[in-house]
């Protein structure tokens, strides 16, 4: 069974903080996409990594892809409270019957003004 | 474009019943994706449907079923229900080529609570 580790599970902070959150595995994936969920509404796509070493930038968020393709990290500059909601990481197993999108339990992330 | 649409949007029931619970995925997709969301579980994958067809199905029992329609749309099927089955249950669609960098396009939920 292929898992994987978010951290921190929570995590509150000021507006203008940096943030990084952590998604971890000991399973390779084909690709590692990044979700965000707002209260009520379905998770919503912000990135996908397939190379190994992979970095993206969207505005103030930044995607890098492990390596090994086993973890992966999303670091927020300057946090707005706009930011705010559930972070989810989710990987493609890299082939076999198997195939599906395993998710993380996610991070929840509060930004205060 | 229209989003992938789920009904309904609240269901109240009690144990021992069934829920069927319904999505429209995005015009032109052809794949649809049930999903899990319980308190502290995260997204736990349920079943994947493609061109009418179940590909792949997570680590639930029998009870959780469903199917696929000609127009792609889906339903998802839980018998004989437990309180644990309470839930927010995501359905996603998505274009199966090149599947694993698509991005899966998520409905709002059904929250399903059992009394």
């Known amino acids: 069974t292929q898992l994987l580790e978010q951290s921190p599970q929570f995590l509150s902070i000021q507006e203008g903080e940096n943030l990084t959150v952590y998604c971890n595995s000991s399973?390779?994936?084909?690709?590692l996409q990044w979700y965000r969920q707002e209260p009520g509404e379905g998770p919503v796509l912000l990135v996908t990594v397939v190379t190994g070493g992979e970095v993206k930038k969207l505005k103030r968020l930044t995607f890098q892809f492990g390596d090994a393709r086993k973890d992966s990290s999303l670091h927020i500059t300057a946090a707005q409270p706009g930011d705010t909601g559930l972070y989810l990481c989710a990987g493609w197993n890299s082939g076999g019957s198997n195939y599906k999108l395993t998710f993380g339990k996610g991070t929840l992330l509060t930004v205060n003004p | 474009e229209a989003g992938v649409t789920q009904s309904p949007t609240h269901l109240i029931k009690t144990r021992g019943q069934q829920a069927t619970l319904r999505c429209s995925p995005i015009s032109g997709h052809t794949s649809v994706y049930w999903y899990q969301q319980a308190l502290g579980l995260g997204l736990q994958f349920l079943l994947w449907?493609?061109?009418?067809?179940?590909?792949n199905r997570g680590n639930f029992p029998p009870r959780f079923s469903g199917r696929q329609f000609p127009n792609y749309s889906s339903e998802l099927n839980v018998n004989a229900l437990e309180l644990e089955d309470s839930a927010l249950y995501l359905c996603a669609s998505s274009s199966f080529l090149g599947l694993s960098n698509q991005p899966q396009h998520f409905g709002d939920g059904t929250r399903l609570s059992i009394l």
């Open positions: 399973s390779v994936f084909s690709s």
């Open positions: 449907y493609d061109e009418g067809e179940e590909r």
